[in-house]
C-alpha cells in the first residue's frame, strides 16, 4: 500500500484531481452545451470516453497540447498538472513536516526504494523518496552516487542549492577503483564502507541469533579450497598471491579468468562446499571489507582473508571466524596449515563457534543507504560541510 507522503500518492492523487475536474466539464457541458467548443475536439460526447481517454493521457503525458485558438484544448493543462503537483508538495511540507524527502539523483545500482522497506528491514520511519528531479528545490536531501555523477561534477557545481538541503556523496567502491575528486567542497556528508563516514553502512555485519533462527549445522564438504573471480590484474596482491600459493596446495578456481563461469544458482552451491574459500580483496584499503567475506561466512565456509590487517577486520567479525595471510610467514605456510586443519575436524569446526550467537548478512545496497542516510537527515539538522573529500577518500 502506497504511503499518503509518497510519490505514488501525490501522482494519484493528481490524477484524482484530474478526473473530478473531467467530471465537472460533462456537467457543465450537459448543461450548457452551447459552450461544447471549451473541450478537446477529438473528445467525443461518450460518458467514458472523456474522463478514460483524454484526463488520463492529460496526467501520462506531459507534452500535451497547449492553449490554441480554435479547434485546440482552452485550458492548459501542463499548467494545471504542475500546480497542483506544487499544491500536494506545499500540503505535504505543511501537514507532515515529520516526513524527509529524498531525491535519489539516480538509483544507486538501478535499485528502487520502497517507502515500507525503510521500515520493515530498518525500523526507519517518515521517508519518502523520489527521483523526480522537479522536486529538487523541495528535498530535504540529494543523493549522490559516485559512480553516476563522477563526469558531471562541473554542472553540479554551477546548481544553486536551498540552504537546508544536504548534500550526501555516497560511493562503495575503493579508491583504486574509484575517480578522484580533486577539490570539490560539493558535499555535505559521505556514506561509505569506511567507518568513519558520517552514514556508515558495510557490506556486511555479524548480529545476533534470532530465536527462530534453526541450529547452524556446517555443509557437506567436497573440495578443500576455492576461489571465483573474473578481476584478473598480475599486479594485484592477490593474484602475485595466489599464484604463489596455488602451488602447494589445490585449489578450485572458477571465473572468467579461468573460463568456468558460475551463475547465479550454482554460486552459492560452490562456496558451501568448500572448507575454505579466498576471499581475496582487489584492492586494499581502511575498512575495505567487501561481500567476499561475509558470503562464505553466511554459507557455512571458512574465509581465508587478503585485505586491510587483522585488527582491521576484528572491528567487524570475530577473531576466530577467519584466517589471515598476514598470519604465516609465506604462501606455504599457509597452504600447511589449512592441510593439517583438514586433517583435525575438531580444530576445523572450532571455526565455526561464534555461529552459536551470530550469523552473517550481506547489505543491501543502495536501499540501506538511502533508508540510513534519510534517517541521518531526519535525526541531524545542523550545519555541515564536508571539506578536502580528496584527502580523506584518497590518502
Given at each position: 500500500m502506497l504511503s499518503k507522503t509518497s510519490p505514488g500518492f501525490l501522482q494519484r492523487f493528481v490524477?484524482?484531481?484530474?478526473?473530478?475536474?473531467?467530471?465537472?466539464?460533462?456537467?457543465?457541458?450537459?448543461?450548457?452545451?452551447?459552450?461544447?467548443?471549451?473541450?478537446?475536439?477529438?473528445?467525443?460526447?461518450?460518458?467514458?470516453?472523456?474522463?478514460?481517454?483524454?484526463?488520463?493521457?492529460?496526467?501520462?503525458?506531459?507534452?500535451?497540447?497547449?492553449?490554441?485558438?480554435?479547434?485546440?484544448?482552452?485550458?492548459?493543462?501542463?499548467?494545471?498538472?504542475?500546480?497542483?503537483?506544487?499544491?500536494?508538495?506545499?500540503?505535504?511540507?505543511?501537514?507532515?513536516?515529520?516526513?524527509?524527502?529524498?531525491?535519489?539523483?539516480?538509483?544507486?545500482?538501478?535499485?528502487?526504494?520502497?517507502?515500507?522497506?525503510?521500515?520493515?528491514?530498518?525500523?526507519?520511519?517518515?521517508?519518502?523518496?523520489?527521483?523526480?528531479?522537479?522536486?529538487?528545490?523541495?528535498?530535504?536531501?540529494?543523493?549522490?552516487?559516485?559512480?553516476?555523477?563522477?563526469?558531471?561534477?562541473?554542472?553540479?557545481?554551477?546548481?544553486?542549492?536551498?540552504?537546508?538541503?544536504?548534500?550526501?556523496?555516497?560511493?562503495?567502491?575503493?579508491?583504486?577503483?574509484?575517480?578522484?575528486?580533486?577539490?570539490?567542497?560539493?558535499?555535505?556528508?559521505?556514506?561509505?564502507?569506511?567507518?568513519?563516514?558520517?552514514?556508515?553502512?558495510?557490506?556486511?555485519?555479524?548480529?545476533?541469533?534470532?530465536?527462530?533462527?534453526?541450529?547452524?549445522?556446517?555443509?557437506?564438504?567436497?573440495?578443500?579450497?576455492?576461489?571465483?573471480?573474473s578481476n584478473w590484474n598480475p599486479d594485484f596482491r592477490r593474484v602475485k598471491y595466489y599464484n604463489e600459493f596455488s602451488q602447494h596446495i589445490n585449489i578450485k578456481a572458477y571465473g572468467r579468468h579461468f573460463s568456468r563461469y558460475v551463475n547465479n544458482k550454482d554460486y552459492p552451491k560452490i562456496i558451501s562446499s568448500c572448507k575454505f574459500y579466498l576471499s581475496f580483496e582487489n584492492s586494499i584499503h581502511k575498512d575495505y571489507i567487501t561481500e567476499k567475506l561475509f558470503i562464505p561466512m553466511m554459507l557455512g565456509t571458512i574465509p581465508v582473508v587478503l585485505g586491510p590487517s587483522r585488527e582491521n577486520y576484528e572491528k567487524f567479525i570475530p577473531s576466530d571466524s577467519f584466517i589471515h595471510v598476514d598470519d604465516f610467514k609465506s604462501p606455504q605456510e599457509l597452504a600447511e596449515h589449512l592441510k593439517a586443519l583438514d586433517q583435525n575436524q575438531e580444530m576445523y569446526e572450532h571455526y565455526f563457534s561464534w555461529r552459536k550467537d551470530f550469523v552473517a548478512q550481506r547489505t543491501d545496497f543502495g536501499r540501506e543507504h538511502a533508508c540510513r542516510i534519510c534517517d541521518h537527515v531526519t535525526r541531524d539538522k545542523g550545519y555541515r560541510v564536508f571539506k578536502n573529500l580528496d584527502k580523506w577518500y584518497w590518502p
Open positions: 490524477a484524482m484531481v484530474f478526473l473530478l475536474l473531467c467530471f465537472g466539464s460533462i456537467f457543465f457541458i450537459y448543461y450548457k452545451p452551447n459552450l461544447s467548443s471549451w473541450l478537446c475536439p477529438e473528445v467525443t460526447w461518450s460518458f467514458d470516453h472523456i474522463c478514460s481517454d483524454t484526463c488520463l493521457q492529460i496526467i501520462q503525458n506531459e507534452n500535451i497540447m497547449k492553449i490554441g485558438v480554435n479547434n485546440s484544448c482552452v485550458v492548459d493543462y501542463d499548467l494545471v498538472k504542475q500546480k497542483l503537483i506544487n499544491d500536494v508538495v506545499e500540503e505535504h511540507n505543511r501537514e507532515s513536516q515529520e516526513h524527509t524527502l529524498v531525491l535519489m539523483w539516480a538509483w544507486p545500482f538501478g535499485k528502487l526504494v520502497n517507502v515500507d522497506s525503510c521500515k520493515s528491514l530498518y525500523g526507519i520511519s517518515g521517508c519518502v523518496f523520489t527521483d523526480d528531479r522537479r522536486l529538487y528545490n523541495e528535498a530535504n536531501a540529494v543523493i549522490f552516487h559516485h559512480r553516476d555523477i563522477q563526469g558531471d561534477l562541473q554542472n553540479l557545481a554551477k546548481m544553486p542549492r536551498p540552504p537546508r538541503q544536504k548534500w550526501v556523496w555516497m560511493n562503495m567502491e575503493s579508491p583504486d577503483n574509484s575517480v578522484k575528486l580533486s577539490n570539490w567542497d560539493l558535499f555535505n556528508l559521505t556514506s561509505s564502507y569506511r567507518q568513519d563516514s558520517d552514514v556508515w553502512v558495510p557490506y556486511g555485519r555479524i548480529v545476533d541469533v534470532s530465536k527462530e533462527d534453526v541450529a547452524f549445522q556446517i555443509p557437506t564438504k567436497s573440495k578443500l579450497v576455492c576461489w571465483i573471480v
